[in-house]
């Protein structure tokens, strides 16, 4: 049996605490949909220039520019990677970071002088890269190879003169304990670099007097960085042939073992290689483990496009 309810008491309202201060839940869900559907409105509408809108549209997507490779491009990279070694020895020799003693290499002495004269090397390497690639038909490049810079160099003079800070995932890190040696390890490294950056260019260019000029420029390269290696490492001619490889270790003190140093060789493979250069150096962390970078040829993420400009300053 169905009771009919009193009309009074179903239309009756029920006043909420909501009501009382101002607008209800509902009506706040309403008032929403409503300024939801006036913007709605509003995009759809006709603007100044009777074009019609969208609710939310984004910008149009960019033009990336082209990214050829050339022997204008490969020229500029080469460049940059010269000047960007020079840099590097340039600021060694301004702030006298290779004339203290090693502890791991005593025998080394102040080598300021001999890295010196590497830079002058590489700055005439640089100004022969660009003239080529003028020739070219390209703009030179004046500064150092970005990619270089930013993430090798830059980083390696961080983590060895000032180590790295305290952050909410890791503990601090202490300067390096033998500047000398990871500034020295450094110019071997580059040295190597440079040798192996020419030899991949004479296999990319068809141009006679490129080819000789990466030639020339990489055996200089080469012979200074197996020179360097023997100050390093003497009689370390080839792979194994040290009679101290532990030379390069230094003490890790209460802390866990810290990441082992390789000694360099003069002569590290029969062929001349174009495989990575592997870095280590600075201070252990809390691991004991060192700053560990791979060195490598230009690739496509550090070429100098056309579209490219070189950063002044």
């Not at 009756?12 to 009506?27: E, F, I, V």
């Not at 004339?99 to 300021?112: H, K, Q």
């Not at 390497?125 to 993430?151: I, K, Q, Y």
């Not at 030639?215 to 200089?220: L, P």
Request: aromatic content about 6%; hydrophobic content about 40%.
């Amino acid at each position: 049996m169905v009771h009919e309810m009193d009309n009074e008491d179903t239309m009756q309202p029920t006043t909420t605490h909501s009501q009382q201060g101002g607008t209800s839940r509902r009506g706040l869900f309403g008032l929403g949909a409503a300024t939801l559907a006036a913007a709605v409105l509003a995009a759809c509408s006709e603007t100044e220039d009777n074009e019609i809108t969208r609710l939310g549209e984004g910008g149009t997507t960019p033009n990336l520019p082209d990214a050829e490779v050339n022997d204008g491009v490969r020229l500029r990279t080469m460049a940059g990677i010269e000047n960007s070694i020079a840099n590097a020895y340039l600021r060694m020799i301004e702030d006298s970071l290779l004339a203290d003693p090693s502890a791991t290499y005593p025998r080394l002495g102040d080598t300021t002088d001999l890295v010196d004269l590497f830079r002058e090397h590489h700055v005439e390497a640089a100004r022969t890269f660009n003239d080529l690639a003028v020739d070219a038909g390209a703009e030179p490049w004046e500064c150092g190879n970005t990619r270089l810079d930013d993430a090798y160099l830059f980083p390696i003079f961080d983590r060895v003169l000032d180590g790295a800070g305290k952050t909410d995932t890791a503990a601090e890190i202490a300067p390096s304990e033998d500047a000398v040696r990871d500034l020295a390890n450094l110019v071997h490294a580059l040295e190597t670099l440079s040798a192996e950056s020419c030899q991949a260019l004479v296999a990319e260019v068809a141009t006679a007097d490129v080819r000789q000029a990466a030639m020339a420029i990489g055996v200089r390269s080469a012979r200074q960085a197996a020179y360097y290696a023997l100050l390093l490492n003497p009689g370390g001619y080839v792979p194994d042939s040290a009679p101290a490889a532990e030379a390069a270790q230094a003490p890790a003190g209460d802390g866990p073992p810290l990441t082992e140093i390789p000694l360099p060789v003069a002569v590290p493979t029969q062929f001349g290689a174009l495989s990575a250069i592997t870095y280590v150096g600075g201070n252990g962390d809390e691991n004991g483990v060192r700053l560990k970078l791979n060195l490598e040829t230009p690739s496509l993420n550090s070429l100098a496009y056309a579209y490219m400009e070189c950063a002044k300053g």
